[in-house]
């Protein structure tokens, strides 16, 4: 039966309803969505002021934009001074056979890869909904399950320094609006990056010795007072180098302290090449160089010193050195429990010994004896 005018007016009345309803609802749900998000965004940016620490920075990012954009792997690129993008935080990749090796040595480069590159141009999002249809994608062993991609760059006053980037293995997932929330977190991560390395280096600059890079006096004081207490607590060797440049008053006389300066930095690579990474070297002050061997007997610290002399000695024989002379240095050598119960006494053991080397024909290295004390007199070469 066909209908009359009531039936039309009444369905006309039944589908304004459900338009109605259908825009509330439409409504509600995005207003739903952007509460979500303005919460999350809130709780990212009170979570980031809580931490100077870059990883850590970076895997708040990661789990808090997964709240409002899902993804099945994400990552945070850095860009490096010569356009490689390196990875350096990254979620959910070990689910699709990838390896923490594959991640960690992953290395692009900005200008061969379309997406980055446009991102870096334009500082812009970017989404690739369907990567398998996409001419530019580049399809890596680390890449294999990405169907659908967003990027957003991390810019920090107005400068480029990464990309945060999430995947997903359904093609057309992602869409302008999901690029436009990700640029929002990239932007957090931007600021809280950029305070954690500010920080960083401030840091860095507060302990560390301006002219040779090495830890400054501050820092290496703080450390062998912690390693000492390390050392006594689970009864394992450490082992302190004292290392004076011989006649480097003279050195600089003749030459000049631009000349100084640069014998100096010479003396410090040297020690640097000759000493292990868990080692810390450090300028004590004016020629005068410190290294704390940890789980090091003295045996083994003599044979270390012995090394940084030799390396010293032939330093003016390298090509293209800048050293106007030979140069030599002397080393003291003093180890805990064998030479001291303390963090002074094992100083003072060092100093003696150093004083020892010095005194009995310099380029040498002495481990310090109880014989030594009652043969010098009072004596500090770091006075």
């Known amino acids: 039966d066909a209908f009359d005018e009531d039936d039309l007016r009444l369905l006309q009345n039944v589908a304004d309803h459900i338009a109605i309803h259908l825009q509330w609802q439409r409504s509600y749900e995005r207003e739903r969505r952007l509460r979500r998000l303005a919460d999350t965004l809130r709780e990212t940016g009170l979570q980031l002021t809580t931490t100077l620490d870059s990883d850590r920075i970076q895997d708040l990012i990661l789990r808090f934009v997964g709240e409002v954009v899902p993804y099945d792997s994400a990552c945070i690129l850095l860009l490096q001074s010569d356009n490689r993008v390196t990875v350096s935080r990254y979620r959910g990749y070990d689910r699709f056979g990838v390896s923490d090796a594959a991640m960690r040595s992953l290395e692009l480069n900005l200008k061969e890869v379309t997406n980055l590159k446009r991102m870096a141009q334009t500082h812009q999002p970017l989404v690739v909904p369907d990567t398998t249809k996409d001419p530019h994608w580049i399809f890596l ?159 083994k610290a003599l044979k270390v010193a012995q090394r940084i002399v030799q390396a010293v000695r032939h330093l003016h024989q390298k090509p293209g050195t800048p050293l106007r002379a030979s140069l030599t240095v002397s080393a003291g050598v003093a180890t805990l429990p064998d030479h001291a119960e303390s963090m002074e006494d094992l100083i003072l053991a060092a100093d003696v010994a150093l004083y020892y080397a010095k005194r009995h024909g310099k380029c040498q290295v002495a481990v310090y004896s109880p014989d030594f004390s009652s043969s010098i007199p009072h004596h500090s070469a770091f006075d």
């Open 141 to 299: 062993p680390t890449s294999k399950h990405i169907k659908s991609w967003v990027g957003a760059p991390i810019v920090a006053r107005e400068r480029l320094i990464g990309f945060l980037a999430l995947d997903h293995t359904e093609p057309r997932f992602y869409n302008a609006k999901h690029a436009q929330v990700l640029a929002l977190f990239a932007s957090q991560a931007a600021l809280a990056l950029e305070n954690a390395w500010l920080y960083e280096k401030r840091y860095q600059e507060s302990i560390t010795d301006p002219l040779t890079g090495l830890a400054n006096r501050r820092y290496f004081q703080s450390q062998l007072e912690r390693e000492v207490a390390r050392a006594k607590r689970f009864q394992r060797p450490l082992s302190l180098l004292m290392i004076d440049l011989d006649d480097f008053k003279r050195y600089n006389d003749t030459f000049g302290h631009p000349a100084g300066d640069e014998a100096l930095k010479l003396v410090a690579q040297a020690m640097e090449q000759n000493t292990r990474s868990v080692d810390l070297t450090a300028r004590y002050g004016g020629e005068e160089f410190v290294a704390i061997l940890t789980e090091t007997p003295s045996n």
